[in-house]
């Protein structure tokens, strides 16, 4: 390992130049500047000895001490002991190459380094192949290039720790060189519709996840220059009509053609899926972040677009603009492209709040939502001996009352994590963990509740429900659990979607809890109320007809007396589709109950019946075709 000087090291708080663009935090604590110094005595001593594992103890206990010593007032303290034990956990699992030409060149560009330390994600990243990546972007382009884009490189380093694919149906796009992608995204960077020098890098994670070469980039930069809504992009692509309805007989052309490229797809037209591809990399050309979303439990290929917006100082991500009329009301999932993992729309949506707040202040909410998170594990481990004095040199007086890991003092740290970034996912998620412990109090469920109605309800309901639902379900007691839905459920009258799959949650309390009654009334306010909103008209009529069979058994007798009936009034009231292809139409609710209804006039030995319904199901004289 090469040597640094120790004051290179003192030096760290020189700021790079993409720090001085995005701006500095305010005054540091007086704690604050003395944990920073006692790092940096920690990474000089690394330097010197090379010893990672002395150095994570060294540091681990620094931030122990810091947590428990700190006050609200103080969390900026927090990061100074975090962020380094990230850097030298994550470099510890890197070659030793790359550890010998990064951790001088991480240490005299703190930005960089900090960022890269805390977008990495140790459980789904490939975290020597993170390090790996950032050295070739390095060795490509200069330090000097790299740290002036440092969320940039960040985010290529996390995307691109491993060869990056995108499976689009029977096609696959597959990623250029990470050196590659960092040069256009640099070279090209006034030309996009977003700053992409102030855009976090958890936000970038949705543009360098592109899987286009430069050149088909720079066509669709060029071609697309004043329009940012990529819903157009979407509908611009010719749906292959002639492929749904018989594909043996009518190959897709986009496949049959031998290219799967942004032109390939705007000559040849596609499905949905390339559709929704073709859009979201025309976003990423551009500078847009965007991802691919897929229908909620959908069997089929449902998908549609999402993608970021920024207008002034208002932030949020869109996902009505590349959809059919057909998903509205319908959850979804996207592909995180860090990760690999199906994950709720709702935290991209949450993730737009990310560009309104500073860097420092982002930095210092992950710092207390993660050691809050420390603290809970802590509080699970035996033996664990809790630190009995504040980090060397930082003073306090006899009243001062350190944080302990019990479940309070771990929540307040939370809290007020939280509130300063309240766009964290993984913040939220230690609160989960808490309650799945069933480690929260009723009390303490009810102030959260109304703590995450404060910071996400009214602009992101979607997300809330994301959240409370565990959370409730964690609640033994039967009369809590039904107060705590009961509650959710009035605070989403606005959204009816959401408020049917409170009622779903509710009915199925009551089905464990032996209330039938109870439970059967709860489905048939779905079916009753919001057949037209969301999906659950489906999974409300599947239980209701689950609890018939379970009561009166299977008989034909029940089916046509108490099971078809009901499937034939919610047929009723359910809107048919209008303006889509019937690839699209097998998705709605319509369609999904009248299939079923069919079974089960089939089941019954009724098949003229079913075949009546299957005619409707199946015709295409009223459709209007978007194509």
């Not at 089939?602 to 098949?607: F, H, L, Q, S, V």
Request: with cysteine; proline share 4%; net charge negative.
């Amino acid at each position: 390992m090469r040597t640094t000087s120790i004051a290179l090291i003192v030096g760290l708080a020189l700021a790079s130049p993409a720090a001085a663009q995005r701006g500095r935090a305010s005054k540091p604590s007086p704690m604050s500047e003395r944990v920073r110094e006692l790092a940096q005595g920690h990474l000089a001593a690394l330097e010197l000895s090379g010893d990672f594992g002395a150095t994570q103890q060294a540091l681990g206990d620094l931030l122990d001490r810091t947590i428990r010593y700190s006050t609200d007032k103080e969390l900026d303290a927090i990061v100074q002991a975090y962020a380094p034990l990230l850097l030298v956990a994550q470099l510890a699992q890197a070659d030793r190459k790359t550890q010998g030409e990064l951790f001088p060149v991480l240490l005299e560009n703190e930005e960089l380094a900090w960022t890269l330390a805390l977008l990495v994600d140790p459980e789904h990243d490939d975290v020597a192949g993170v390090y790996r990546t950032l050295a070739q972007l390095i060795d490509a382009h200069g330090v000097k290039k790299v740290a002036v884009f440092d969320n940039l490189a960040a985010a290529i380093s996390v995307v691109h720790d491993g060869p990056y694919e995108i499976q689009i149906d029977e096609n696959t796009a597959q990623a250029m060189e990470a050196a590659d992608i960092f040069a256009y995204y640099a070279g090209h960077i006034r030309e996009f519709a977003n700053d992409l020098t102030r855009m976090p890098a958890e936000l970038l994670v949705y543009v360098v996840d592109t899987t286009e070469s430069t050149e088909q980039m720079e066509w669709a930069l060029s071609q697309y220059k004043r329009d940012v809504n990529l819903g157009n992009r979407f509908f611009e692509i010719d749906y292959d009509e002639a492929y749904y309805r018989d594909p043996k007989a009518h190959p897709k052309a986009l496949t049959e053609s031998g290219e799967f490229t942004l032109q390939a797809i705007k000559t040849y037209g596609g499905v949905t899926s390339d559709q929704v591809y073709f859009a979201m990399s025309v976003g990423k050309a551009k500078g847009i972040p965007s991802a691919y979303v897929i229908a909620r439990g959908s069997q089929f290929q449902h998908v549609w677009l999402g993608f970021f917006e920024m207008r002034g100082r208002s932030a949020k991500w869109n996902f009505d603009s590349g959809r059919y009329d057909a998903y509205e009301g319908i959850r979804g999932d996207f592909i995180d492209p860090q990760t690999r993992q199906q994950r709720p729309d709702s935290e991209l949506g949450l993730l737009a709040e990310d560009v309104l707040k500073d860097e420092a202040q982002r930095r210092i909410a992950v710092s207390a939502c993660s050691a809050a998170a420390r603290l809970g594990a802590q509080r699970a481990m035996r033996g664990y001996a809790v630190p009995k004095a504040p980090p060397d040199g930082v003073t306090k007086t006899s009243r001062f009352k350190p944080r302990t890991h019990a479940v309070d003092d771990q929540l307040a740290l939370l809290e007020a994590g939280l509130r300063l970034r309240p766009g964290y996912v993984d913040g939220w998620q230690v609160l989960i963990d808490v309650a799945e412990r069933q480690e929260l109090e009723i009390k303490q469920m009810d102030q959260w509740a109304r703590v995450i109605d404060r910071l996400c309800g009214k602009k992101y309901p979607d997300f809330m429900v994301e959240v409370l639902s565990p959370m409730f379900r964690s609640v033994v007691d039967t009369q809590d659990q039904t107060r705590l839905w009961g509650w959710l459920f009035d605070r989403l009258r606005q959204r009816p979607d959401l408020a049917s799959e409170v009622l779903m949650n509710q009915g199925e309390l009551m089905r464990r809890a032996g209330d039938p009654e109870a439970a059967w009334g709860a489905y048939m306010e779905v079916v009753n109320r919001f057949a037209n909103h969301g999906t659950s008209v489906v999974g409300a009529l599947t239980a209701a007809e689950s609890m018939v069979r379970d009561e009166k058994g299977s008989t034909p007798e029940t089916v046509r007396r108490d099971i078809i009936p009901m499937y034939e009034r919610a047929w009723r009231e359910i809107d048919r589709p209008r303006q889509m292809a019937g690839a699209f139409r097998t998705y709605s609710n319509w369609y999904r109950v009248g299939f079923r209804l069919a079974e089960l006039w089939r089941e019954i030995g009724e098949d003229s019946r079913a075949q009546g319904i299957s005619a409707r199901l199946g015709s295409r004289k009223d459709d209007v075709f978007d194509d």
